[in-house]
């Protein structure tokens, strides 16, 4: 199975800082690499797929980059709605999330 | 309205079984990927399962031979049979749409609320 690696598990950061999320995957996962965010007792919701593809309704302070194995999700300036946990999650082969990044308030 | 609704979690002793459902309203089911996505209490996500347009299904290791993932076109609805559960499997079950975005890339778009399995005497 592959295995997803994020870091940092955590981060505390303020409004209008620049957040950036990493994610592993232990071999090639190609461009099959999607983001999500969720927040306390709700569902994850969709932010970026193909690793950098906005879904609908995205801001454009969300964006994605990376290949192969290494990709990155950048919150460029960071507001008070973005205090949440990011997951990533490869579908190359079955599916698999990372374990996610909790972004907390400083 | 695009819309999942899930039902039928409860609390169900080890290696006991429990059938979780899917409704969907607002698309077809069968003309979609579909998917079980499960979150521990104070956990990450797991994918748990997904079924394919073609009705080809596949699951996560820590599932395989013990759940089946299906669905009822007529009632344009989503099921998980869960069998010889396990305190692990303890967890708020999502359904999800696994759209196909771009070619052969595909993403969970519309979740479910989730419904709560536990496990346990």
């Known amino acids: 199975d592959i295995q997803m690696t994020q870091s940092p598990s955590s981060l505390s950061a303020s409004v209008g800082d620049r957040v950036t999320i990493t994610c592993r995957a232990s071999?090639?996962?190609?461009?099959?690499l999607n983001w999500y965010q969720q927040k306390p007792g709700k569902a994850p919701k969709l932010l970026i797929y193909a690793i950098s593809t906005l879904q609908s309704g995205v801001p454009s302070r969300f964006s994605g980059s990376g290949s192969g194995t290494d990709f990155t999700l950048t919150i460029s300036s960071l507001q008070p709605e973005d205090f949440a946990t990011y997951y990533c999650?490869?579908?190359?082969?079955?599916?698999?999330f990372g374990q996610g990044t909790k972004v907390e308030i400083k | 309205e695009v819309q999942l609704v899930e039902s039928g979690g409860g609390l169900v002793q080890p290696g006991g079984s429990l059938r979780l459902s899917c409704a969907a309203s607002g698309f077809t089911v069968s003309s979609n990927y579909m998917s079980w996505v499960r979150q521990a209490p104070g956990k990450g996500l797991e994918w748990v399962s997904v079924i394919y347009r073609d009705g080809s299904t596949y699951y996560a290791g820590s599932v395989e031979g013990r759940f089946i993932i299906s669905r009822d076109n007529s009632k344009n609805t989503l099921s998980l049979q869960m069998n010889s559960l396990r305190a692990e499997d303890t967890a708020v079950y999502y359904c999800?749409?696994?759209?196909?975005?771009?070619?052969?890339?595909?993403?969970?778009?519309?979740w479910g609320q989730g419904t709560m399995v536990t496990v346990s005497s």
């Open positions: 999800a749409r696994t759209i196909v975005l771009i070619s052969t890339f595909d993403a969970f778009d519309i």
């Open positions: 999650q490869q579908s190359h082969i079955k599916r698999t």
């Open positions: 071999q090639s996962i190609s461009s099959y």
